[in-house]
């Protein structure tokens, strides 16, 4: 079992950046591919980027691509998230999430844990 624990949320001005911090507890990190998604108010959770158990592959969100990059420490069993030219439209509440064994993907249904994840709010 693993348990994932968000930071680096807040709110920042359109345009700019914010790293998020996804770190995981367990000895198994490297086990993991690990996702991230978003939630809007009244909108369903989404994609927006997922990476292979040791970060080699990686996958992104049309919405997102060229201004969000993912990546990995497994010795810090962290995983990040860079947010770059940040929209209005991307204020959301953004989740971390573990798959055990997988190679990363874009549904919520195919990963097993999840954080409890931590607010995004980009102003005007």
């Known amino acids: 079992q693993v348990q994932l624990v968000e930071s680096g949320g807040g709110l920042v001005q359109a345009g700019g950046s914010l790293r998020l911090s996804c770190a995981a507890s367990?000895?198994?990190?490297?086990?993991?591919?690990m996702g991230w998604f978003r939630q809007a108010p009244g909108k369903e959770r989404g994609f927006v980027a997922a990476?292979?158990?040791?970060?080699?592959?990686?996958y992104y969100a049309d919405s997102v691509k060229g201004r969000f990059t993912i990546s990995r420490d497994n010795a810090k069993n962290t995983v990040y998230l860079q947010m770059n030219s940040l929209k209005p439209e991307d204020t959301a509440v953004y989740y971390c999430?573990?798959?055990?064994?997988?190679?990363?993907?874009?549904?919520?249904?195919?990963?097993?844990?999840w954080g409890q994840g931590t607010q995004v709010t980009v102003s005007s």
């Open positions: 999430a573990a798959q055990l064994y997988g190679l990363g993907s874009r549904s919520t249904g195919d990963y097993d844990y």
């Open positions: 367990g000895r198994t990190f490297s086990s993991y591919a």
């Open positions: 990476g292979t158990r040791i970060g080699r592959s990686t």
